[in-house]
């Protein structure tokens, strides 16, 4: 996540948790003049559209009076999906043995793009099994990682 990223989690994390859910990730995305602010929220008893407008009105609240961002935004409030992205190294773990898709900032063996089996974290890094190859791959090179649809 970017630092402001951070900043928004950090921000908005504690309005999510006394509603009851868990601020699963964040991603602020400027497109010209009209950004897009996107939460995705997590619940033991998942996520029903109520749930988002719920959290929506209470985050606005929340901007409105901290003010974080300048300029015109949109604010999305979600569930994950269960094509789920990643945003923290502590997300993995819970997800070892499924397949993900992750994107690194920069090339780890002349490549970019990784798509297998999660095997596990290892001293930080993302140890990943692609075509009978294990990748110990640096978190902190991480793009964007998720979840892959199985169907």
């Not at 964040?26 to 996107?38: D, F, N, P």
């Not at 929220?41 to 009076?65: F, H, K, M, P």
Request: aromatic fraction near 8%; proline fraction near 3%.
């Amino acid at each position: 996540m970017s630092a402001k990223e951070n900043k928004l989690q950090a921000l908005l994390a504690p309005t999510v948790e006394a509603l009851g859910f868990e601020l699963w990730g964040t991603e602020y995305l400027i497109q010209g003049k009209h950004s897009v602010l996107r939460l995705y929220i997590e619940s033991e008893n998942g996520v029903q559209v109520t749930d988002c407008a719920a959290v929506s009105e209470q985050v606005g609240a929340v901007l409105d009076v901290e003010e974080p961002i300048s300029g015109e935004y949109l604010l999305e409030v979600s569930s994950p999906g269960v094509d789920r992205r990643l945003f923290r190294l502590e997300q993995y773990l819970a997800y070892v043995g499924e397949e993900i898709e992750l994107r690194l900032r920069s090339p780890f063996e002349g490549r970019r793009k990784f798509k297998g089996i999660l095997r596990g974290v290892e001293d930080g890094d993302i140890v990943l099994l692609v075509d009978d190859h294990e990748y110990l791959l640096p978190y902190g090179d991480v793009d964007r990682a998720q979840l892959t649809l199985r169907i």
